[in-house]
């Protein structure tokens, strides 16, 4: 089963404007991180945020942990066509190395 | 190898053969992952190794699929038998040991299978 969920399912913007998708998970973690998919093929690795922290940045990435709710954002800034991706989180289960996705959020940014 | 090597790329087989999946990982990678991934929906586990050892394999959906890994590296996900419910994206990932990207799964391209 999966571990996380993510909302929206689904979300289109127009290019500029902020992009914000939510993840929800089960288990206490270690870590949580967020990967992007282009085309239903591999992922890339984009932030890394670790329990003890509440936020942290990456370029145009904002990422935010809140552990009391289980639940994480992702929020991508002046957001370009080219961020047209799935957005998934992951999490090591109960602070192991099993990594388990979420649904992912698909993110289309309009020209 | 520069990245994680995922073989076949694509495969067509028709119901009731059986199908292998081969991960080359990075190489040092430790750790290797596989996961499914059926059109349009997220990832689900499958099993995972640390060496050639596996802690994990609770994601396996059925005594159809095994997988295996020799000498720390090289992995097949073996499906036998297999179902038209079967055809997804398998994907592999790989995982160092330690130093600052010990918790980042590098994903390879993935395998897509159709089954007929």
């Known amino acids: 089963s999966q571990q996380g969920e993510e909302d929206p399912q689904a979300l289109s913007i127009q290019e500029g404007e902020n992009a914000t998708m939510n993840c929800s998970y089960k288990?206490?973690?270690?870590?949580l991180q967020w990967y992007r998919q282009n085309s239903g093929r591999g992922l890339v690795h984009l932030i890394l945020?670790?329990?003890?922290?509440r936020e942290k940045h990456s370029g145009r990435l904002r990422v935010t942990l809140d552990t009391s709710k289980k639940s994480s954002s992702l929020l991508i800034t002046a957001s370009r066509a080219a961020d047209t991706a799935s957005y998934f989180c992951a999490t090591d289960v109960g602070g192991t190395y099993k990594y388990i996705f979420g649904t992912g959020t698909r993110l289309k940014v309009l020209a | 190898g520069a990245g994680v090597s995922q073989s076949p790329s694509n495969k067509v087989t028709e119901k009731g053969k059986d199908v292998e999946l081969r991960c080359d990982p990075i190489s040092g990678h430790t750790a290797l992952y596989w996961y499914r991934q059926s059109l349009g929906q997220g990832l689900e586990f499958l099993i995972y190794?640390?060496?050639?050892?596996?802690?994990?394999k609770s994601g396996l959906p059925s005594d159809r699929f095994s997988a295996e890994r020799t000498g720390g590296s090289v992995s097949t996900l073996t499906i036998q038998r297999t179902q038209q419910e079967d055809s997804a994206v398998y994907l592999c990932?790989?995982?160092?040991?330690?130093?600052?990207?010990?918790?980042?799964?590098?994903f390879g391209a993935g395998s897509r299978l159709t089954v007929l």
């Open positions: 990932a790989s995982r160092p040991a330690g130093g600052t990207g010990a918790n980042v799964l590098t």
């Open positions: 945020i670790r329990s003890n922290e």
């Open positions: 190794f640390q060496g050639n050892s596996a802690p994990d």
């Open positions: 288990t206490s973690i270690n870590n």
